[in-house]
């Protein structure tokens, strides 16, 4: 499976390098309250690929090589549980489900450079709109690098 997740990570390596260069591009053109916009159009990169294919592994890859100071989601409680008992190399902090009891623990956490879901076609719509609204609302994060990873 890691080796897997390695090709994964070379895949994400990529998209994500073209996510910064449009990013920066499109930063000079965007006003403050197009923000919600903005993340969607050049800060989300969606990475799918066949099941069990190493999405949840690369995961721990990019929260060690890349995006240590992320905020992980999984569609659901007993899917971040998972996550924190098998996978979870790096004893992360910020792995939660995108269930509503759970969003206020995850709304005021400071210094993101990422959000990372995992099986993000499992998210409502309604949710995912939640997500980009209550990520968003802290303006100064897309001053610089950030991403929404969605892995389908």
Known sequence: M???AEKLYKAAEL???VCK???NEARKFFKEDQI???AKEFCTVKLGTSRRAGHTTLINLLLKRKFPKSLVLFPNNGLAKNYKIHYDENDHQAVFS?????QDKWRGIDELNAVIIDCATFVPKQRMKKIYKSICA???????????ILLE
């Open 36 to 38: 919600i916009a903005f």
């Open 98 to 102: 995108t269930e509503r009891s759970n």
């Open 15 to 17: 998209l994500l390098d």
């Open 138 to 148: 802290e303006k100064k994060r897309f001053e610089k690098e950030f991403y929404f």
């Open 2 to 4: 890691y080796e897997r």
């Open 21 to 23: 260069e449009m990013q």
